[in-house]
Nanobody, 128 residues
């Protein structure tokens, strides 16, 4: 089994909500930097939110602040991205990922740097 297995996603109207899930195996979440990333056709993969193991802080890209929440359930080895008040520009393929870089900046997250394992991706479409 792949270390990261995703579920969730789908079609939602603007203003709606979705929750993405990522089941984790072979990785202890507390010891890894983990995050959610988005890919849109014609653009580089970008970081949406990252939890940095070095200080436990969570970064959110400005476009999702106040709308998206990244959470981790250590007991069930899973991480989630709760997405509220979705907008058409949130449309894309979302990936969960994990990595163990020594240093990890907000810019590393934005650029999707430093991840060793990736989920298979799940499509989120926000449209009326």
């Amino acid at each position: 089994q792949a270390p990261l297995v995703q579920s969730g996603g789908g079609l939602v109207q603007p203003g709606g909500s979705l929750r993405l899930s990522c089941a984790v195996s072979e990785i202890t979440l507390d010891w890894w930097t983990v995050g959610w990333f988005r890919e849109v056709p014609g653009k580089e993969r970008e970081g949406i939110s990252c939890r940095k193991t070095m200080d436990g802080s969570t970064f959110y890209v400005d476009s999702v602040k106040g709308r998206f929440t990244f959470s981790i359930d250590n007991a069930n080895s899973a991480m989630y991205l709760q997405m509220n008040n979705l907008k058409p520009e949130d449309t894309g393929i979302y990936y969960c990922a994990a990595g163990n870089p020594m240093v990890y900046s907000d810019d590393d997250c934005r650029r999707a740097n430093g991840m060793n394992y990736w989920g298979e991706g799940t499509l989120v479409t926000v449209s009326s």
